[in-house]
């Protein structure tokens, strides 16, 4: 099975701070990961897919990037309603894989 | 508008048997691969099992392996996981998930405790 290891598992940031997030593949994956957002008690909601396809309605300020085994996720600049858990997912493999999780908390 | 519905989700004994449901709609369900996947109360998300868009392929994470059960009804627009022999490790938030993750469903609760 693929394994993604995503970090840091929590980061503390000022509203307007750039932040970012790793994730990497034990294997290639191409560019087939996705970045989600979850919110307390709320499904997650897919942002990126592709690696660095902003899906729609998604606003600018977040980003995808990367290829094969590393890839990034970037907030460029926090605003207080990104409060929460992001995941990356690979689906090289119908046997999806999901990294930790990275909770984002406002300063 | 795509959606997904759960719902069959509850409060159930270990060694018990549960179903749950997922009703699509706003696309055409029977064109897409569904998959099921799961997350415990405050952990992160695992997924548990696979079908494609006419159930010729399936698979389970090894977790649930020989006793939950995938299967789809394409007329109804229906996705289903038959859980058996449920242990309290299988309590979590069940989501049905569209294809590659663009859409997911509001999830529903299986708590597994005597």
């Known amino acids: 099975d693929f394994q993604m290891t995503q970090s840091p598992s929590s980061l503390s940031a000022s509203v307007g701070d750039r932040v970012t997030i790793t994730c990497q593949a034990s294997q290639d994956i191409s560019i087939y990961l996705n970045w989600y957002q979850q919110k307390l008690g709320k499904a997650p909601k897919l942002l990126i897919s592709d690696a660095s396809y902003l899906e729609t309605g998604v606003p600018p300020r977040f980003s995808g990037g990367g290829s094969g085994t590393d890839f990034t996720f970037t907030i460029s600049s926090v605003q207080a309603e990104d409060i929460a858990t992001y995941y990356c997912?690979?689906?090289?493999?119908?046997?999806?894989?999901f990294g930790q999780g990275t909770k984002l908390e406002i300063k | 508008e795509v959606q997904l519905v759960e719902s069959g989700g509850g409060l159930v004994q270990p060694g018990r048997s549960l179903r749950l449901s997922c009703t699509g709609s706003?696309?055409?369900?029977?064109?897409?691969?569904m998959h099921w996947v799961r997350q415990a109360p405050g952990k992160g998300l695992e997924w548990v099992s696979y079908?494609?868009?006419?159930?010729?392929?399936?698979d389970y994470a090894d977790s649930v392996k020989g006793r939950f059960t995938i299967s789809r009804d394409n007329a109804k627009n229906s996705l289903y996981l038959q859980m058996n022999s449920l242990r309290p490790e299988d309590t979590a938030f069940y989501y049905c998930?569209?294809?590659?993750?663009?859409?997911w469903g509001q999830g529903t609760l299986v708590t597994v405790s005597s």
């Open positions: 706003g696309f055409s369900f029977d064109n897409y691969a």
């Open positions: 997912q690979q689906y090289a493999d119908l046997r999806y894989t």
């Open positions: 079908i494609s868009w006419n159930s010729g392929s399936i």
């Open positions: 998930v569209k294809d590659t993750g663009g859409a």
